[in-house]
């Protein structure tokens, strides 16, 4: 079985990293999601837990930034999501 970052593109750089931004206010992680995506990597955002679930369980992510209080959970949810899909994240 080969390996989540086996399967990603061979043609991104190899210090390209996916980042999960879940932030229920979108002005400051859209200024995030910027300056990250400017030093090469891919950033995905989620205004709230059930967006980040659809992107922990449908992309390879390699770092996550939480708030803590979202209307439809906490960012705990999101954390035991990741251990339980992206144990390496």
Do not use: W
């Amino acid at each position: 079985m080969q390996s989540e970052r086996a399967k990603r593109n061979t043609d991104e750089p190899e210090f390209q990293k996916t980042i999960l931004i879940a932030d229920p206010q979108n002005s400051q992680a859209s200024n995030l999601k910027q300056i990250l995506e400017h030093m090469g990597h891919r950033v995905l955002l989620a205004k709230d837990v059930e967006a980040a679930a659809h992107h922990i369980t449908t992309s390879p992510i390699d770092y996550c930034i939480t708030e803590l209080r979202f209307e439809d959970g906490k960012g705990h949810d999101i954390l035991r999501l990741l251990a339980v899909h992206r144990p390496a994240c």
